[in-house]
Nanobody, 122 residues
Framework: QVQLVESGGGVVQAGGSLRLSCVAS????????MAWFRQAPGKEREWLSA????????YYTESVKGRFTISRDNAKNTVYLQMNSLLPEDTAVYYC???????????????WGQGTQVTVSS
């Protein structure tokens, strides 16, 4: 229903910053909540942040609160994740996701992007 494409990953030193982008396409995008997840090797997918497409209300998990910022540009159908003060523990594949439900989007969203690799070196 919703197609998502992430970009912006790469290699960065600890303490550095990256900005991830997620371009969405499909019908009625304004009805969706957008989210970012990550999955480190050997670990479960972890929900990080979410944003209501139409209202811009934001949500964060405690581990990234104060370091990561989610935002959106409705004109470009794009959601961003600004990541500052990166740590080696932040190394993971980062995924964009979407769902009309704020509850479901943090657990089992119906739409996923392909992922973008973020590697933080020490």
């Amino acid at each position: 229903q919703v197609q998502l494409v992430e970009s912006g990953g790469g290699v960065v030193q600890a303490g550095g910053s990256l900005r991830l982008s997620c371009v969405a396409s499909g019908r009625s995008l304004s009805r969706y909540i957008m989210a970012w997840f990550r999955q480190a090797p050997g670990k479960e997918r972890e929900w990080l942040s979410a944003i209501n497409w139409s209202t811009s209300r934001t949500y964060y998990t405690e581990s990234v609160k104060g370091r990561f910022t989610i935002s959106r540009d409705n004109a470009k159908n794009t959601v961003y994740l600004q990541m500052n003060s990166l740590l080696p523990e932040d190394t993971a594949v980062y995924y964009c996701a979407a769902d009309p439900s704020i509850t479901r989007v943090t657990t089992t969203p119906t739409s996923w992007g392909q992922g973008t690799q973020v590697t933080v070196s020490s």
